[in-house]
């Protein structure tokens, strides 16, 4: 079988032996597996701490987390009573128990509606929908966000919380030179909503970095030295990348050491709003696909 359901974990297995795994809570990826073309051994391409919670006390700390309806802090009047980062993350998702089978790819489609406790912090009705597609050398994911309501506009953030496994002294992100971003580790909020313009062929995370990129092209190098990964994102004009270093140690759910090991790189839509209308559908989503041999930022 290519899926499996074992404790609200489901396994996808491609023939050519790829795997990814998926909690129900939280839609989060916690694993993707795969070879590459001069390499067929498995090899993990996603960042979990060994501190994280994946028994649904709480959003895991790695993987892929879904970010719905807000990004960080709520901003939006509608949101004020959600927790950072939404509700999407740390909310149980429904699986139908059908796949797609295909010759190159094998997918899921998980959904969410308000369950008895959403409505408590969000009154905006809605229908959320994620797919994820399995190959061989790529993962794809597809969120589809239907605004139920026959009367009102929906306005959400979302986004796609990539923990890419990566050494962080040498890993290296682009093309972002001269696209504008905003420095959250700047000290002031004056600081913080200054935009500034990237110079950096190459992004690197040797320091603390958490930046947000706005109106990118949607196409992303991570690169380190022998490996890499591709991101191609839809519909999401923006991009973030986050790693703690030191100051992840105040992270209680992050392991020693961990932000030595991975890179988020994060396509969403995230400055600005969404604005759905009554009955619309939206959809972002993102592919990553593994980098078969080691190569320098093609713009370097």
Not at 9 to 31: N, P, Q, R
Not at 100 to 120: F, G, N
Not at 258 to 279: A, H, S
Request: aromatic fraction near 10%; charged fraction near 20%.
């Amino acid at each position: 079988m290519p899926v499996q359901l074992t404790s609200g974990k489901l396994v996808l297995s491609h023939s050519k032996g790829a795997l990814v795994e998926i909690l129900l809570y939280g839609a989060s990826v916690i694993s993707w597996k795969s070879g590459t073309k001069r390499n067929p051994e498995l090899s993990e391409r996603l960042f979990v701490s060994n501190k994280a919670a994946v028994d649904g006390s709480k959003p895991v700390r790695g993987g892929i987390p879904v970010v719905f309806p807000c990004f960080g802090p709520p901003t939006h009047p509608d949101h004020t009573r959600l927790n950072q980062h939404g509700f999407a993350r740390h909310s149980v998702w429904s699986w139908d128990g059908t796949s797609i089978d295909e010759k190159d790819a094998v997918s899921i489609k998980l959904t969410l509606r308000p369950t008895e406790t959403i409505p408590t912090v969000y009154s905006k009705p809605f229908l959320l929908t994620y797919v994820v597609t399995l190959s061989e050398f790529d993962l794809k994911t597809d969120l589809h966000v239907q605004n139920t309501s026959f009367a009102d506009n929906l306005e959400f953030h979302t986004l796609f919380h990539n923990y890419i496994r990566a050494p962080s002294t040498d890993v290296l992100v682009g093309p972002l030179q001269n696209f504008t971003y905003y420095d959250k580790t700047e000290s002031t909020e004056a600081g913080k909503s200054r935009p500034k313009v990237e110079a950096r062929a190459g992004v690197d995370v040797k320091k603390f970095t958490d930046s947000v990129y706005e109106n990118t092209n949607g196409k992303y190098e991570v690169i380190w030295p022998g490996g890499g990964l591709d991101i191609t994102a839809s519909n999401l004009k923006d991009v973030v990348v986050w790693n703690p270093q030191e100051t992840g140690r105040k992270i209680g759910d992050m392991e020693e050491n961990g932000w030595e090991n991975f890179v988020c790189v994060e396509p969403g839509y995230i400055r600005g709003f969404v604005n759905l209308e009554p009955g619309g559908l939206w959809t972002g989503g993102q592919t990553l696909s593994v980098v078969h041999e080691e190569r320098r930022l093609t713009y370097l």
